[in-house]
């Protein structure tokens, strides 16, 4: 039983464009969510999050959209640029849990030159 | 910030022979730590967490077990390896509204 859905396990765009990853959640409890980049061989690296009281934050290139009545999330990267070839995961945790994370099983971006 | 400390980076075992896999922490007092497995081609499983010394909790029943003797480590044993036991562990401590990650440890059981 997935709680943490990211049904892409691959997405490929040019340098400069928009890239745009998905993340599916189940678990109506979940009310803060986490965006995480991870190179091979390497721990993820937190990237941006959003608390379930918002449906927008945006950091720099990186914008994070959360429509909680379908329980979604989008991670927007614009413009993409080759060095943000990474694994993308999405995490979810719930108020209570002691900050347990719940991870989709990621997507694999990679930015064309 | 956090820094978190792993060791050791890579191993290869037997199956059948004991792990030990340790996790240190910087830069913080009393975090929630956390072991996480990436199996091939699939996501992050949270396998332990641990609120304070002493205190464990396991999420999913397995060949495994964790300790944490002291604040700021956080250990991962077993007796006897299985070959599903291979795949690449991550500990984490929790921040203000993220987890920290260590640089992990690739674990191959032949």
């Known amino acids: 039983d997935q709680q943490v859905k990211q049904n892409s396990p691959s997405l490929s765009v040019q340098e400069g464009r928009i890239s745009i990853l998905n993340c599916d959640y189940t678990?109506?409890?979940?009310?803060?969510f986490l965006w995480y980049k991870k190179y091979p061989a390497e721990g993820p690296t937190f990237l941006i999050s959003?608390?379930?009281?918002?449906d927008k934050n945006e950091d720099g290139r990186f914008t994070v959209f959360l429509n909680k009545s379908a329980k979604h999330l989008s991670l927007h990267i614009v413009p993409s640029q080759p060095g943000d070839s990474a694994v993308y995961f999405c995490?979810?945790?719930?108020?209570?849990?002691?900050?347990?994370?719940?991870f989709g099983k990621g997507t694999l971006l990679t930015v064309n030159p | 910030s956090q820094t978190i400390h792993q060791w050791p980076a890579t191993l290869v075992q037997p199956v059948g022979s004991p792990l030990s896999l340790e996790c240190t922490v910087e830069?913080?007092?009393?975090?929630?730590l956390y072991w996480y497995r990436q199996a091939a081609g699939r996501g992050l499983q949270l396998l332990f967490y641990?609120?304070?010394?002493?205190?464990i909790s396991s999420e999913v029943p397995q060949n495994l077990s964790a300790s944490r003797p002291q604040d700021r480590q956080f250990i991962l044993s077993s007796k006897k390896l299985l070959l599903s036991d291979s795949g690449f562990y991550l500990c984490?401590?929790?921040?203000?509204?993220?987890?920290?990650f260590g640089p992990g440890t690739r674990l191959t059981v032949l």
């Open positions: 984490a401590s929790s921040g203000y509204n993220e987890q920290f």
């Open positions: 641990s609120v304070g010394i002493g205190q």
């Open positions: 995490a979810a945790s719930a108020t209570g849990s002691n900050y347990k994370l719940t």
């Open positions: 959003i608390s379930s009281i918002k």
């Open positions: 678990n109506s409890m979940f009310d803060y």
């Open positions: 830069g913080t007092s009393n975090p929630n």
